[in-house]
């Protein structure tokens, strides 16, 4: 079953017509577009969406590509995938559960929608864009019956805190507030909990290729412990 959404997004004194939906070929092109625009050179090209991971995603979990529009124009886009995670294994590369972007270990049986990206174009980032498709994907979520989202958060601040820091220590202080992490703030505003941390998850220098693995457990679903 594929998704769909209306909303209305506060801007300045009125709203924004805004249409979360499922992506498609069609929109391929756009897409990429959104990858140029948001990471200009000297970020490498080669790096930005292509056709071929794009098409895996409309092919192999369609209700895990989602994009939203705002008054028709394509501003965004977050994927996702199925796989089984066991928490008591949580260490993992972005390269190794995302198949490199190419999802072809997507696994329908799964307990897991894992976040391969998220990506919003700068003009439309006041917007609130990139929560709107995270609540979105947590529909997803219940809608497959699955135990949780997850995905590994980018802590592009913590290089400026390495020296006196750990890495477990610096996602303290940002969930206390004290620190603000351009990613990880986000994560947390949009619902979701640090469960750890993971080494060489991404070639990141702003993070020293840590990441800090973030979910959100779905609410009809496992027992929880406040």
């Not at 391969?116 to 003009?123: E, S």
């Not at 220098?205 to 412990?225: D, H, Q, V």
Request: net charge negative; aromatic share 12%; charged share 20%.
């Amino acid at each position: 079953m594929l998704y769909r959404k209306h909303v209305y997004l506060k801007s300045g004194n009125g709203y924004r017509r805004a249409v979360v939906r499922n992506y498609e070929r069609g929109d391929f092109d756009g897409l990429i577009q959104i990858q140029a625009e948001s990471f200009p050179p000297p970020f490498p090209s080669e790096l930005w969406w292509n056709e071929g991971q794009l098409s895996n995603h409309v092919t192999l979990f369609p209700e895990g590509a989602l994009c939203v529009e705002v008054d028709g124009v394509l501003a965004g886009s977050m994927t996702g995938l199925i796989v089984n995670f066991d928490p008591n294994s949580p260490d993992h590369t972005w390269e190794e559960i995302t198949d490199n972007g190419y999802i072809r270990n997507h696994q329908p049986r799964g307990n897991t929608l894992y976040v391969v990206d998220i990506c919003i174009r700068p003009k439309f980032r006041k917007l609130a864009l990139g929560k709107l498709l995270m609540q979105s994907m947590y529909e997803v979520v219940i809608h497959k019956g699955l135990d949780r989202l997850l995905g590994g958060g980018r802590m592009p601040g913590y290089h400026k805190y390495a020296g006196s820091l750990s890495t477990e220590q610096y996602l303290e202080e940002v969930v206390q507030g004290n620190i603000y992490d351009p990613v990880i703030t986000f994560m947390l505003n949009a619902g979701r909990t640090p469960i750890g941390i993971v080494a060489n998850y991404l070639e990141d220098e702003e993070s020293l290729n840590y990441a800090a693995l973030m979910e959100w457990r779905n609410p009809f679903k496992g027992t929880f412990i406040d």
